[in-house]
């Protein structure tokens, strides 16, 4: 079955912790990126990434960082988590970056506290 | 910044009537716009897009209409199912950058 997989799907965490929310999809997309979803706000990118061992920032990437070593795999890594990053978070991947049709992992509702 | 919004964050309609989901955007570059529907508890799944050359797009069930002297885009369902009760959010797609940009999305609640 054709998917985006995150883990974990839910998380709660300490200010200060690093943590890693892993992303795998089975697709064989070249164009990868990362989404929060906060309420009022919408989805906003934090990251993308066209290929391996490219990633570029996307509109909120502050105290975000990310890596692409293997096409299938885009970790999503906060060294540093603070209260403001408790969000929904969500991966998403496309054949590319002018594709409209993005699938989406299930999500991971971070908490910070 | 450009954005993309919506007029209405919910919409309430009886089971077999057509939905009409509207949203407003500002960024005329974009090369297509899209609509993207979320169901509690999952992540944003693909409806249908719409090309910036075009004015009108049918799927099943569902049409896209664009209209870019305003800057207008709409959703239509027809015979709204209690299964397309979610959130519905329009984006469009800036293929030079690579990325969706969202509008805050609108919640559809369908009666039986």
């Known amino acids: 079955e054709a998917q985006v997989t995150q883990n974990p799907r839910y998380l709660i965490t300490v200010t200060g912790k690093k943590l890693t929310v892993t992303c795998s999809q089975n697709?064989?997309?070249?164009?990868m990126s990362w989404y929060r979803q906060d309420p009022g706000l919408g989805l906003r990118q934090i990251y993308y990434?066209?290929?391996?061992?490219?990633?570029d920032k996307g509109d909120v990437p502050e105290g975000y960082k990310v890596s692409r070593k293997e096409k299938r795999n885009f970790p999503l890594i906060l060294e540093s988590p603070s209260p403001n990053q408790t969000s929904l978070y969500f991966c998403?991947?496309?054949f590319g970056p002018g594709n409209t049709e993005a699938f989406f992992g299930q999500g991971t509702r971070l908490t910070v506290v | 910044g450009e954005s993309v919004g919506l007029h209405l964050p919910t919409l309430s309609v009886q089971e077999g009537d057509n939905s009409i989901i509207n949203c407003a955007y500002s960024?005329?570059?974009?090369?297509?716009f899209i609509w993207y529907k979320q169901e509690s508890g999952k992540g944003p799944q693909f409806i249908i897009d719409i090309r910036s050359n075009m004015d009108k797009r049918q799927g099943q069930r569902v049409t896209v209409l664009l209209n870019k002297t305003v800057k207008h885009l709409s959703l239509q369902i027809a015979a709204t199912q209690p299964g397309d009760s979610a959130v519905y959010f329009c984006a469009e797609n800036w293929r030079s950058q690579g990325n969706l940009i969202f509008g805050k999305g609108t919640k559809l609640s369908v009666k039986p």
């Open positions: 990434s066209m290929n391996v061992e490219v990633t």
């Open positions: 960024n005329s570059a974009s090369d297509y």
């Open positions: 998403a991947s496309s």
């Open positions: 697709m064989n997309h070249e164009y």
